[in-house]
């Protein structure tokens, strides 16, 4: 399993520092994400997007720009990607 991963986004204006921890379900490769150091927030992929996407009532949280982002990037991470 990769290591944790860390990035950084500034979008709107707005600073963000992501951690994003793999995780396996069953045979699915997830992510356990971090905002700013906020609660984690289980990213999974999903088919109809074509992308990483958060699960769970915690994902409301996330603006829509930075679900985006993070979702394109962890594409990147689970294609062996930077």
Do not use: H, W
Request: proline share 7%.
């Amino acid at each position: 399993m990769e290591p944790t991963a860390k990035f950084n986004f500034t979008l709107d204006g707005a600073p963000y520092l992501v951690q994003a921890e793999p995780c396996r379900f069953n045979s699915d490769l997830q992510y356990r994400v971090s905002v700013n150091g906020a609660d984690e927030v289980l990213f999974t992929f999903d088919n109809q997007l074509g992308r990483y996407a958060p699960i769970g009532n915690d994902s409301i949280n996330i603006p829509d720009s930075l679900e985006i982002a993070i979702g394109s990037r962890l594409n990147g991470l689970s294609l062996g990607k930077p």
